[in-house]
């Protein structure tokens, strides 16, 4: 089985740029979320998607960044415009019905310069 | 709101010792408690989980937690260390009315010398 995919891995851009990160969840897992890691933190959810409907959107900067899951299966993280405070490791994961289990893809490492 | 406290930001032990990394939470409501496991430039790796039964949990690589509510502390560990063992390790906390959202605490980085 395949496991959750993100790209790119690794991502350099200066502040004001924007930049997208891609997402494919476990194939027939309907719960996607993105996750903000902050060096030095635990991972923070940015939104989570049950298909392609938001459940919790809550902690979002909804001024800067913006999320969509169109067809219920891959997913986009925008961010526009990028802030020095944005540099982080960008998360994905996703999880089956009746289940609290998440499987973490390898994340977007991003450098805001 | 909930929240996850990990004691120790950084814990270094010899290989062969004894593996034992703290978490600790706050939940009105019974939690479902997990562990996971970072190594460099990777995602993250579910080790073991807590939902309901019983209380002592094992997990994948020979480690283990127990759910302790008077105590509300869900502290992993591990009889014998090995040096595969280094990595970030994560305590996380969710309710069943939560649609799975995980809180997560600020991490542990375990060392392992030889």
């Known amino acids: 089985e395949a496991g959750v995919a993100q790209s790119p891995r690794y991502k350099i851009i200066e502040k004001r740029q924007s930049v997208a990160f891609w997402c494919n969840p476990i194939s027939g897992h309907a719960t996607l979320y993105w996750y903000q890691q902050i060096l030095g933190q635990g991972p923070k959810l940015l939104i989570q998607f049950q298909n392609n409907g938001v459940v919790d959107d809550s902690q979002l900067p909804k001024d800067r960044f913006s999320a969509e899951r169109l067809k219920g299966v891959d997913s986009t993280l925008k961010i526009q415009p990028a802030k020095l405070e944005d540099s982080a490791v960008y998360l994905c994961?996703?999880?089956?019905?009746?289940?609290?289990?998440?499987?973490f893809g390898p994340g977007t490492r991003l450098t805001v310069t | 709101a909930q929240s996850v406290t990990q004691l120790g930001s950084h814990v270094s032990v010899s290989e062969g010792a004894l593996v034992l990394l703290r978490c600790n939470y706050s939940s009105s409501v019974p939690p479902y408690l997990f562990w996971y496991v970072q190594y460099p430039n990777q995602g993250l790796q579910l080790l073991l989980k807590y939902t309901t039964g019983a209380t002592l949990v094992k997990g994948i690589n020979g480690f283990e937690a127990e759910f302790k509510k008077s105590e509300t502390s869900f502290h992993l560990t591990k009889p014998s260390a090995h040096m595969s063992d280094a990595a970030e390790y994560f305590c996380a906390v969710t309710r069943g009315n939560q649609g799975g959202k995980l809180i997560f605490g600020q991490g542990t980085e375990l060392s392992v010398k030889p």
């Open positions: 994961a996703s999880s089956g019905e009746l289940t609290y289990e998440q499987y």
